[in-house]
């Protein structure tokens, strides 16, 4: 069923192979790129793989390198990811990685033109390797950058409310598609993994969607060959993402993980984990979280740590949202940043789960993701 895209991606490395030994020669040479965000969920993943394989369709000549922004290894944490893409037989192999990213950009004389999809500003990570942004994709809060390189390489900047950045990238390319017919049959190879990603990111069409993504999930039905079982296909994604089982606390960590520098003076981590603090407790003891939060913090010169946790238990939604803070940095600032949240999350501590540097809170307010709290952080923090 997806065999133009395996077959697409496979040929893509082949020629990529070539691009490369340009590269290497005296003649500068370009990379073009399109790369998700560095939380590298599901969305970020299937958009990234998406806007590559839509792009060729429409012109095969202009051939764009998906680039997952973790390196390889890491993958395996994103368990309804592999699921995924196992179901389709799309090996890691076919894709690039943050360590692919790192040795591009020791090429000698190569520029690397990148398209974002699922963020709008490069991460910090990224800076020093990706300097040309050729095209934005979006549903974060838009940041207003990038817009002049974007009107130079005459690329998309699109950048809205979507419960899933994969409508976005599939509107995009599918109204572009509908004069040209081949690429127009080759759409649905594609589809199996944007109905993945939509499903996941709106809870199986329950939370979050938008006009764009009703109405994508409605081509994809069209697109289809066969009925599709959406709701099994949610459930199993579902499971896969939630099975944590086995990973140790500093990868539940890093499985979902998202930096931020506000101000130059400040780094935000924040975690999103799929399980409450009460699980995690009950696997790790208060002891090891701490000290675990404490290393991490350390090792990614963090100020203020956060973990978003949301999960489902007894049929029931929730979320809550845990600070710790690096003990060099004046407590009173996590004192702050905690009274100013509260209002906008609905924010109840958790006393039996808090400590002195780990505070723990119940956020009654469920509709508040990380796409809404690192901009809350960031005005606080500006403030
Ligand atoms: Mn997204």
Redesign the pocket.
């Known amino acids: 069923m997806v065999g133009r895209l395996v077959k697409f991606l496979t040929q893509l490395k082949g020629s990529h192979v070539n691009a490369l030994k340009k590269c290497s020669s005296k003649d500068s040479c370009f990379l073009n790129i399109v790369c998700g965000?560095e939380s590298a969920?599901l969305?970020?993943i299937v958009?990234t793989i998406a806007y590559a394989y839509l792009s060729f369709l429409n012109d095969p000549s202009a051939l764009l390198l998906p680039v997952i922004n973790i390196p390889k290894e890491d993958l395996k944490l994103r368990r309804d990811v592999c699921y995924l893409l196992d179901s389709h037989s799309i090996s890691s192999d076919l894709l690039y990685f943050k360590e692919d990213l790192r040795n591009w950009s020791k090429l000698p004389s190569c520029d690397i033109n990148c398209v974002l999809v699922?963020h709008n500003d490069i991460p910090h990570t990224n800076k020093d390797v990706l300097l040309n942004v050729v095209g934005i994709v979006?549903?974060?809060k838009d940041v207003g950058l990038h817009t002049e390189s974007v009107e130079t390489f005459s690329g998309p900047r699109i950048i809205q409310t979507a419960g899933?950045?994969?409508s976005l990238v599939f509107d995009y390319w599918f109204k572009i598609s509908k004069s040209n017919e081949q690429a127009c049959a080759a759409i649905k190879d594609v589809v199996p993994l944007l109905l993945g990603a939509l499903l996941i990111?709106t809870d199986d069409m329950k939370h979050k969607v938008e006009h764009i993504d009703t109405v994508a999930l409605e081509e994809y039905k069209k697109l289809s060959q066969e009925s599709v079982d959406t709701n099994r296909l949610y459930q199993k994604l579902r499971e896969a993402k939630d099975d944590i089982n086995g990973l140790y606390f500093h990868d539940i960590l890093r499985k979902d993980y998202k930096e931020f520098n506000f101000n130059p003076e400040t780094r935000c981590g924040i975690a999103s984990v799929v399980k409450s603090i009460q699980w995690i407790e009950r696997r790790f003891d208060k002891a090891n979280i701490e000290s675990t939060c404490t290393k991490y913090i350390e090792e990614n010169s963090l100020d203020i740590l956060v973990l978003m946790t949301s999960f489902t238990e007894n049929d029931i939604f929730s979320k809550q949202i845990a600070f710790q803070i690096n003990p060099n940095r004046d407590p009173q600032l996590l004192k702050s940043l905690v009274n100013d949240l509260a209002p906008k999350l609905d924010l109840v501590k958790i006393e039996s789960l808090s400590s002195k540097c780990f505070e723990c809170y119940d956020q009654k307010n469920t509709k508040m993701s990380r796409?809404q709290v690192a901009p809350f952080i960031e005005e606080f923090i500006h403030k």
Request: glycine share 0%.
């Open positions: 965000n969920d969305d970020s958009s699922d979006d549903h974060h899933s950045c994969s990111d796409k």
